[in-house]
């Protein structure tokens, strides 16, 4: 349980990350990622709208790594959330949509977070031992 724990606290301080960025500064953020001076400034609300989902994956995250056992829901809905985002991610770097710059962690994260939760998840070790 000790990985799980630490493989949740670790997206959990990923999703605090991003959503703090976006939230606090997503004007800042916009040109980290390269989008300046591209998106119109009402980008800024979709960012804002991120960061509440990211917060609360944050909050999730350190849930779960408090009880994982009791709080598999909250794992299970973030490997589909980095499944979805790595696909997205793949997909728009393909078409040539978005750069590695631009997409940053996002091109490799999901594929080490899916495969951490997967391997420690509260199930699969029930059923190994």
Do not use: C, K
């Amino acid at each position: 349980m000790r990985a799980l724990r630490v493989t949740l606290v670790t997206i959990g301080v990923f999703q605090l990350a991003l959503g703090a960025m976006f939230l606090v500064a997503p004007g800042a953020s916009a040109e980290v990622l390269g989008l300046r001076p591209a998106a119109p400034a009402w980008a800024n609300w979709l960012f804002a709208m991120m960061a509440a989902r990211f917060l609360g994956y944050a909050y999730g995250m350190f849930a779960a790594a408090r009880a994982p056992r009791i709080r598999v829901g909250w794992i299970d809905t973030m490997i589909v959330v980095q499944a979805v985002d790595w696909t997205a991610t793949l997909r728009y770097l393909a078409v040539g949509d978005l750069s590695l710059r631009q997409v940053s962690t996002a091109a490799f994260a999901p594929v080490f977070f899916i495969g951490a939760l997967l391997w420690f998840h509260p199930r699969r070790q029930t059923v190994a031992y």
